[in-house]
């Protein structure tokens, strides 16, 4: 009989250690695969994120780029048009017609590409760009007074305007602070999402 209670609590004794063992090694188990899970998670997070940064990056890189380039494109056809302009208001009013010259659509054009730019960036290609457009507005004005006095015959007013022509009509500086702040900003991308640190450092 002792034989028997012994070997039943050894029995007894073994399953007790077998089914603690399971339970140990279970919950270790279930541990490690919650922890696996995180850490991929965590790392699908971090793949994500970097990716839709990258993404991101590379957009708003090409729109930039494309707003540069409408500006530059539209100050172009501006300069074109003033000068043409510019020209028939010096002739005698008998042999010239400076209307059909039209300033109006590339000066437009020039304050559209300004606007992406301040929506754009970055902050040191925002002042040339408005400094720009402030100065291609006011050869806009000046010269729709000189058109508009020359058509009068108005020559008191004429030699006015034509007198601040000389003045406002020279933009190469500010065409080239322009040019290089945007050269910079598309040679030297900055992060352009506030807060969110690079890969290297996530």
């Given amino acids: 009989m002792d034989a028997e209670i012994v070997a039943l609590v050894t029995a007894g ?3 007790v250690g077998a089914l603690g063992g399971a339970v140990i090694g279970g919950a270790a188990a279930m541990r490690g695969a919650r922890i696996g899970a995180e850490t991929t998670a965590r790392a699908t997070e971090k793949q994500v994120r970097e990716q839709a940064l990258n993404e991101h990056e590379h957009w708003l890189r090409e729109q930039r780029l494309q707003a540069y380039r409408a500006l530059l494109v539209a100050f172009d056809e501006f300069a074109v048009a003033t000068t043409q302009m ?3 208001l010096n002739w005698p009013s008998t042999d010239a017609d400076p209307i059909p010259v ?3 659509a590339p000066a437009n054009a020039v304050t559209s590409a300004n606007v992406l730019i301040q929506m754009l960036g970055p902050e040191g290609v925002r002042a040339p760009a408005a400094e720009l457009w402030e100065r291609v507005y006011e050869a806009f004005h000046c010269l729709s007074r000189w058109r508009r006095a020359f058509i009068r015959e108005d020559d008191d007013s004429a030699e006015q ?3 601040e022509w000389e003045r406002v009509r020279k933009m ?3 065409h080239i602070a322009f040019v290089q702040a945007a050269t910079e900003a598309v040679a030297n991308p900055e992060v352009v999402l506030g807060g969110v640190p690079p890969a290297s450092e996530a």
Avoid: F
Wanted: charged share 20%; no cysteine; glycine share 20%.
């Fill in 102 to 104: 039209d300033i109006g």
């Fill in 13 to 15: 004794v073994g399953l």
């Fill in 172 to 174: 190469g500086a500010v």
């Fill in 161 to 163: 305007a034509r007198a």
């Fill in 86 to 88: 510019s020209r028939m």
